[in-house]
């Protein structure tokens, strides 16, 4: 069965810090992987999705930036945090191949504060 | 995609069926309609989802009416750990171009079962 993961659970960190949060996703290849955000009382935003290593697409312009270095890895990351960046960061995959109307399946989230 | 009304909160005494309605007036024929939870401080959780038939998994059965513009999602045996936001949402069944189309998650109904 597939399993994903994210590190860190929660994270406190200074504005103008960088950030690095990493997701793995096991039991599947080639998976299309998905980056949200969801702010307290808010709905999700999509930030960033991908269908292959090195294949990164921005939904939003913003602070972040997302990367594949592997196929079953995915990558947000900041050069410097801002405080509107906080919020519950939750990265999710679905079956390769369509990217609307597939079934998708989240990770634990991470909590982000930027103070 | 259409847009879905559910009530915003609910309770059930622990070990009946949890019913929890969703309307989606609106709906097109191509699209399906997802369910989705979110226990407190957790990624979304995936439950079930259909087009015309009812469905039934481990977790949940999914009655859509003969219209399909409302559904009910039950939980036949609820427990305490079912205590959770439950999202309705339809989407356009899957293609591939144009894209990745994020998940949009409205207000829900918050469940809470009752010891």
């Known amino acids: 069965s597939q399993t994903i993961h994210q590190w860190p659970a929660t994270l406190v960190q200074p504005v103008g810090s960088p950030l690095s949060l990493e997701c793995t996703v096991e039991?599947?290849?080639?998976?299309?992987l998905y980056w949200y955000r969801q702010a307290a009382g808010r709905g999700l935003q999509l930030l960033f999705y991908?269908?292959?290593?090195?294949?990164i697409s921005s939904e939003v312009p913003q602070n972040l930036s997302a990367s594949r270095p592997q196929d079953r890895q995915f990558i947000l990351s900041s050069k410097k945090l801002l405080l509107s960046d906080s919020g519950f960061y939750l990265c999710?995959?679905?079956?390769?191949?369509?990217?609307?109307?597939?079934?998708?399946?989240f990770g634990p989230g991470t909590r982000l504060l930027v103070l | 995609d259409a847009k879905t009304t559910q009530p915003p909160s609910m309770d059930c005494a622990e070990g009946r069926a949890a019913n929890l309605p969703c309307n989606h007036s609106?709906?097109?024929?191509?699209?399906?309609v997802y369910w989705y939870r979110q226990i407190h401080s957790q990624g979304p959780q995936y439950i079930i989802h259909?087009?015309?038939n009812n469905e039934t998994n481990e977790m949940a059965s999914l009655i859509i009416t003969e219209d399909r513009k409302s559904s009910t999602l039950i939980l036949p045996h609820a427990t305490l750990r079912d205590t959770a936001v439950y999202y309705c949402?339809?989407?356009?069944?899957?293609?591939?171009?144009?894209?990745?189309?994020?998940?949009?998650f409205g207000k829900g109904t918050h469940l809470i079962i009752q010891p």
């Open positions: 999710a995959w679905s079956p390769p191949g369509l990217l609307r109307g597939e079934t998708q399946y």
């Open positions: 039991g599947t290849s080639n998976p299309n």
């Open positions: 991908s269908v292959g290593i090195g294949q």
């Open positions: 609106t709906i097109s024929g191509n699209e399906y």
């Open positions: 259909g087009l015309k």
């Open positions: 949402i339809v989407r356009v069944a899957g293609y591939s171009g144009g894209g990745a189309d994020g998940l949009t």
